[in-house]
């Protein structure tokens, strides 16, 4: 855990991923063009397995977000060299567009930072996402390649920073 840190009157903080934050992860469905973000119909337990990385955000006892760390934070169809920690995740749907997401994802780069030492962050982010590739640009983040995923026939950036 990392001390909190304060967006739009909110402190956020990573935490360990409970199963109850993962049952409340599940029902987590997102408006048009985001639906492709939904997690609705997933297993919980992918959430709650340890070895796939993933970290609760939370402004208190309230679940804002999740955090993802190492290969799950990957997206299928490209050539990752083992150099970065790759880092994914997101808001829960009704705090979308509201201007916290460059703290929540500066959250969990600090968190990253500490807990996994790396020395490089990487970020894989849909070319359609203005908004999430806004937010990296602000955080420092340079697009380094792009390549389209086999998974959905999206066009994704490729984005890294120093850690
Ligand atoms: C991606 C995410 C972290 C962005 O955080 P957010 O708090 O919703 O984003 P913000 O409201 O701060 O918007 C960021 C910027 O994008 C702009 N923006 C919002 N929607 C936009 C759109 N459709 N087109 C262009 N710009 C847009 C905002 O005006 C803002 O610009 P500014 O920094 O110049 O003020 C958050 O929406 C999220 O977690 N979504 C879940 C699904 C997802 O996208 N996952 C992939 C994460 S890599």
Sequence with gaps: MTAPS??????MQIVELTPDHA????????????????LTGMDPRHFTDLTHGFWALV?????IGYRCYGPTARV???????DALDIGGGLRPE???????QTAIATGL?????????RIFRVTVAEFNVRALKV????????????????????????VRDA
């Excluded at 599940?26 to 985001?34: Q, R």
């Excluded at 600090?110 to 790396?118: H, L, Q, S, V, Y």
């Excluded at 990296?136 to 984005?159: C, N």
Aim: net charge negative.
């Design 59 to 63: 402004d208190g006892e309230r679940l």
């Design 136 to 159: 990296v640009d602000s955080l420092g983040f340079l697009a380094v390649d792009k390549f389209e995923s086999p998974a959905d026939d999206r066009t994704y950036v490729v984005l």
């Design 23 to 38: 049952e409340d992860i599940v029902t987590w469905s997102y408006p048009e063009p985001d639906g492709c973000y939904d």
């Design 95 to 101: 705090l979308t567009g509201q201007g916290l997401g």
């Design 6 to 11: 304060v967006g739009e009157g909110v402190r």
């Design 110 to 118: 600090a968190f990253g930072a500490e807990n996994f030492a790396p």
């Design 76 to 82: 299928l169809g490209y050539d990752y060299v083992d």
